[in-house]
């Protein structure tokens, strides 16, 4: 598979070499266990945590940002829950808290998140929204002594671990004005209840439940930077977690390819191997070319983050390659792709979220076709 980009920094570039090796050596033979038990992975998280990773966003260098990038993409190759948990906590809780909060948010916050002391989430679907921050239902009313919130979040990764959410929410201030905020709310607050864990058909050992607010009551100071600009905020935020999907989705499809290929090049009993048939290399070569493309053209957006129509096409492109590959590889290898011995069928479950989290590859349809439609 593509090697990873060469980086300017050689200090980066050993960092970029490590995660390579460890994914080889000890994520690829772990993650079949976690997909089965579907238990939270906590020592390999252990790993970023102890080797810093998270303070890659936090240092505002493009290049920090792409090592972290290119991290979920090489762990998504081999265990992509992992893949999600890492992005979950870098993109929905840190990467917010260091844009958008205040010196005093980021003291609090910061340091326990980029630790690993804690673990954040983001709080912005609800029922009927497909993540779209003017659908908001959740309603924080504002009163002298702060503001008093209300609500259902549902689908929040980390949530069943948190200590903290970013929770997006409509406003109503004391001067009557209707505005939208992200609230960062802890989860031992009153009022607020996280639902068990659900059980789901990919990414097994990420922890998603349901956030249900009910009359929480946190200080003005609790608002995400102290300001209102709660759709500006999620829109910055969604881009780069839609770019982490990406990644993420063109890491599962090295995978499933690399996988497949591997039984592909066995020698056979009758001394043949099921790459030695021309159908199957035409179709490989095909595939190979779409995760190679694909590749190059999330990293050309990546130098450009907060292009919203570039950044829902290489989320839609990404999310269509990985169903593709992995679909493939498992009929291209036919009964022991199938088998749960072969690791491939967990990559099409896994795929198959690429598609739906960090808003659906309909919305990201909708969002390349919005300048015709309201032109
Ligand atoms: C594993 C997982 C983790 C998640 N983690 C988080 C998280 O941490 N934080 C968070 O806020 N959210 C999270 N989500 C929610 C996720 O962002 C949403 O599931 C996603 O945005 C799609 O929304 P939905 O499920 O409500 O789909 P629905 O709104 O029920 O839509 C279902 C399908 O219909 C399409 N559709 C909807 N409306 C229309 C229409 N008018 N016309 C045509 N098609 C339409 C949608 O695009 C979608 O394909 C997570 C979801 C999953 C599965």
Do not use: C
Not at 62 to 87: C, H, M, N, P, Q
Not at 310 to 335: D, F, Y
């Amino acid at each position: 598979m593509a090697a990873s980009m060469r980086l300017n920094n050689p200090e980066l570039q050993r960092k970029l070499e490590e995660v390579e090796n460890y994914t080889e050596d000890t994520i690829a033979s772990i993650a079949r266990y976690y997909d089965e038990t579907e238990e939270f992975p906590h020592e390999p998280m252990e790993y970023f945590f102890q080797n810093d990773f998270f303070s890659l966003l936090t240092s505002n260098s493009e290049e920090d940002l792409t090592v972290f990038l290119e991290t979920i993409r090489i762990v998504s190759s081999k265990f992509a829950a992992l893949g999600s948990i890492l992005l979950t906590q870098g993109f929905y809780a840190v990467v917010p808290l260091h844009q958008f909060g205040t010196d005093e948010q980021k003291a609090i916050y910061l340091p326990d998140l980029i630790s690993g002391t804690s673990y954040g989430g983001f709080g912005l679907s609800e029922e009927n929204d497909s993540g779209d921050p003017t659908y908001i239902h959740t309603l924080a009313v504002e009163t002298p002594f702060g503001w008093v919130i209300n609500g259902n979040k549902k689908y929040i990764s980390n949530a069943p671990l948190a200590s903290v959410l970013l929770v997006a929410a409509r406003t109503k201030s004391l001067d009557g004005s209707d505005g939208t905020g992200i609230f960062i709310v802890e989860t031992d607050r009153k009022g607020l209840t996280v639902t068990e864990p659900m059980e789901k058909t990919g990414i097994t050992s990420l922890q998603v439940a349901s956030v249900q607010l009910q009359q929480i009551e946190v200080a003005h100071d609790a608002l995400l930077g102290n300001t209102l600009e709660g759709v500006d905020q999620v829109t910055f935020t969604m881009n780069l977690m839609k770019l982490s999907v990406a990644m993420q989705a063109v890491g599962i499809a090295q995978g499933a390819f690399a996988k497949g290929l591997e039984h592909m090049s066995v020698v056979r009993k009758f001394g043949n191997r099921l790459i030695d048939n021309q159908s199957t290399q035409e179709k490989m070569a095909d595939m190979k070319t779409s995760i190679y493309s694909a590749e190059a053209f999330v990293r050309m957006v990546m130098t450009d983050t907060q292009n919203s129509i570039e950044v829902a096409m290489a989320k839609l492109l990404t999310a269509n390659i990985a169903l593709e590959v992995t679909e493939s590889i498992i009929q291209l290898t036919g009964g022991y792709g199938f088998m749960k011995d072969s690791d491939i069928e967990r990559y099409i479950r896994d795929a198959n979220v690429t598609s739906i989290y960090g808003g659906s590859s309909r919305s990201q349809r909708r969002m390349i076709t919005e300048p015709w439609v309201n032109s």
